[in-house]
T-cell receptor, first 111, second 114 residues
Framework: GENVEQHPSTLSVQEGDSAVIKCTYS??????FPWYKQELGKRPQLIID?????GEKKDQRIAVTLNKTAKHFSLHITETQPEDSAVYFC??????????FGTGTRLQVFP | GAGVSQTPSNKVTEKGKYVELRCDPI?????LYWYRQSLGQGPEFLIY????????DSGLPNDRFFAVRPEGSVSTLKIQRTERGDSAVYLC????????????FGPGTRLTVL
């Protein structure tokens, strides 16, 4: 069935360093790939997304890359700050379809 | 404008009881999704509505779970004969059209079955 694998499960970085989270999806028909940030006890919030007709997208310190051939996509956060600490989820979906989420990455940024 | 809202925020019930969870999507959004999130896991899809109809209910775990959206706006997730394994955070999301649009999540309802 449809599956999204996410690595690493935990990631600790020093403030100012970069963080990279990687996901692999199984459904080749997937064409939409959002990333959500979830703080403890809060709702998931979209931070960036990418569609299959684009290879890379950037928004300030956050960027996402997509390799459709390999069915990989990655989140890159540069110049990390303590407020970036949270759980990050990748997801994949087909047009009009449900989101299939990865298992999450707990990012800790130490001052 | 107002985001997605869910009530109640917390629900504690006893095994075997019936519960209803409510979702108010963003005004004008035609697509509405229900997900379930267990501790330490990503949200897991339950059901998707496009307008009033359930377009995909393949994620409902069994026939104890049912959801409705009679007027194409508010949705109610209904769980009969609750079991301890149903304990989780139930999240609702809405999107403008459902066509690979951004899904905006509500704050969730934390269900605890004793």
């Amino acid at each position: 069935g449809e599956n999204v694998e996410q690595h690493p499960s935990t990631l600790s970085v020093q403030e100012g360093d970069s963080a990279v989270i990687k996901c692999t999806y199984s459904d080749s028909a997937s064409n939409y790939f959002p990333w959500y940030k979830q703080e403890l006890g809060k709702r998931p919030q979209l931070i960036i997304d990418i569609r299959s007709n684009v290879g890379e997208k950037k928004d300030q310190r956050i960027a996402v890359t997509l390799n459709k051939t390999a069915k990989h996509f990655s989140l890159h956060i540069t110049e990390t700050q303590p407020e970036d600490s949270a759980v990050y989820f990748c997801a994949a979906s087909r047009r009009t379809d449900k989101l299939i989420f990865g298992t999450g990455t707990r990012l800790q940024v130490f001052p | 404008g107002a985001g997605v809202s869910q009530t109640p925020s917390n629900k504690v019930t006893e095994k075997g009881k019936y519960v209803e969870l409510r979702c108010d999507p963003i005004s004008g959004h035609t697509a509405l999704y229900w997900y379930r999130q267990s501790l330490g896991q990503g949200p897991e899809f339950l059901i998707y509505f496009q307008g009033t109809g359930a377009a995909d209910d393949s994620g409902l775990p069994n026939d104890r779970f049912f959801a409705v959206r009679p007027e194409g706006s508010v949705s109610t997730l209904k769980i009969q004969r609750t079991e301890r394994g149903d304990s989780a955070v139930y999240l609702c999301a809405s999107s403008a059209t459902g066509a690979a649009d951004t899904q905006y999540f509500g704050p969730g309802t934390r269900l605890t079955v004793l």
